[in-house]
């Protein structure tokens, strides 16, 4: 039973400190997990939403300082019964989340390793396992050293732990695991490789087969049933391949600029997840950071999930003038932990990235100037029942005798078109007339 108890403590202690010093790194990022958590969907705990960040600090300070009481062997029974109650209240999340399909990944391990819903638990099971075996030999749980030094050890780890954690807070994570990391490229984390892994989803197909009710499954294919269809529901088996970046984008409202900007050099990007909540101390040092960046030839866009109205508003109230592109709140929230944050791109490639606090650190030196870079402007082609036609005539059509428009802005589609007809549409409006 000795044995096994300091096998389990070893086991335990090295576990919670290395998940506890993963969270610890990016104690925002495992905020926002843990509002995922919060929100209706999920457990409907709204209220507590506005504390995540607290619970966050708490949590992972907790963590990593358990696993080293239980190393060092400081307060054996305090630490095996906070472990015990940590184990028991994650192994019910998680089994709640993989059970009701709720959150894809626990953050567990931050980014740094995703695991799914049911790994998760089967991880906590594991762990709730071995603390059952140090709660039942606790007399096994002797101290390392003597009194003095182990309570040395149990202070600093303390310390150093809401140190980290608020070091990391003020400016970014000491290790980035995420796909926007320094020296990183944005265009390759999007890809997907041809021989990815695609995800297996079975098809339930209801049909009414002689007054009753019929359900065939299979693999996509459309099944040869004597009945009448019903309907069909989808259910995902195995996930494909999914890329590191899937929901990055830079937008207006009227076109999407992704590809353009990402083939762009010497780009400063101003990130803000919500112009609502930005921190005033760090808005107002973009101004004179901006304007020093334009002077040394850079060109500097904006990247928020918030309106328009607010843009002019907060371009006004700090004197800003750059433009303001949208991008999904979330991506943004990856892609720097800091409201607002900078990072310089050239080509798609992450150069430099910063917390506000450190926009002194941010190395600007003189650029080649660009020319000033003007909006696309949108070139479509119209086509009437695969003719070519004119805008002018297509909005001459009678609408009662157009059957379907489809708007067409498939980059591969539109490549193969400018490239045999030496074109520069930038879309395609295909108009089909009824018979």
């Not at 998940?19 to 999920?42: C, T």
């Not at 600093?156 to 954690?165: A, K, N, V």
């Not at 997907?192 to 049909?207: H, N, R």
């Not at 391949?241 to 009227?254: K, L, Q, R, T």
Request: with cysteine; proline share 4%; hydrophobic share 40%.
């Amino acid at each position: 039973m000795k044995l096994l108890v300091n096998i389990s403590r070893v086991f335990v202690g090295v576990l919670f400190i290395i998940s506890g010093f993963i969270k610890l790194n990016d104690p925002l990022g495992f905020s926002y997990k843990l509002q995922e958590y919060f929100s209706p969907d999920v457990l409907n705990l709204p209220f507590l939403e506005p504390y995540a960040l607290g619970f966050s600090i708490f949590v992972v300070v907790f963590e990593v300082v358990l696993g080293v009481f239980l190393l060092i062997g400081y307060k054996p029974k305090f630490t095996v019964w906070s472990l015990l109650l940590m184990i028991v209240f994650f192994t019910f999340l998680t089994f709640y989340s993989a059970y009701f399909d709720k959150v894809k990944d626990c953050g567990c391990f931050g980014d740094a390793l995703k695991l799914t819903p049911w790994g998760s638990f089967t991880k906590d099971v594991v762990l709730l396992v071995f603390i059952l075996v140090l709660f039942v030999g606790q007399k096994y749980i002797k101290p390392l050293f003597s009194k003095l030094p182990t309570t040395v050890l149990a202070l600093l780890s303390f310390i150093i732990s809401l140190w980290f954690g608020y070091h990391v807070l003020m400016h970014l994570p000491a290790i980035d695991f995420r796909g926007y990391a320094i020296g990183k490229n944005i265009t390759e984390g999007m890809t997907i490789p041809e021989d990815a892994p695609k995800p297996v989803v079975e098809y339930s197909w209801k049909f009414n087969v002689n007054g009753k009710e019929e359900v065939i499954k299979t693999n996509g294919t459309y099944p040869t049933v004597e009945g009448d269809f019903i309907g069909v529901e989808t259910k995902e088996i195995e996930k494909g391949y999914e890329p590191p970046i899937y929901d990055f984008s830079i937008e207006n409202e009227e076109e999407d600029l992704t590809e353009h900007f990402l083939n762009e050099e010497n780009i400063i990007v101003v990130v803000s997840y919500s112009l609502e909540k930005i921190e005033k101390e760090g808005a107002k040092k973009l101004k004179s950071f901006t304007e020093t960046a334009i002077k040394n030839g850079y060109q500097v866009i904006g990247l928020t999930a918030s309106g328009e109205d607010t843009k002019q508003k907060i371009n006004k109230e700090y004197g800003l003038s750059f433009n303001w592109y949208l991008c999904d709140e979330k991506a943004l929230k990856t892609i720097v932990r800091s409201n607002p944050g900078v990072l310089e791109l050239d080509k798609g490639t992450v150069i430099q990235k910063v917390h506000w606090n450190d926009l002194e650190d941010f190395k600007l030196p003189k650029v080649e100037r660009k020319t000033p870079v003007e909006q696309k402007k949108e070139i479509l082609l119209y086509r009437v029942n695969d003719s070519i036609s004119t805008k002018e005539k297509v909005e001459a059509i009678d609408a009662s005798i157009i059957e379907s428009i489809n708007v067409i802005k498939d980059s591969v589609q539109l490549n193969q078109l400018n490239s045999q007809n030496n074109t520069s549409y930038t879309g395609i409006i295909d108009i089909k007339l009824k018979e």
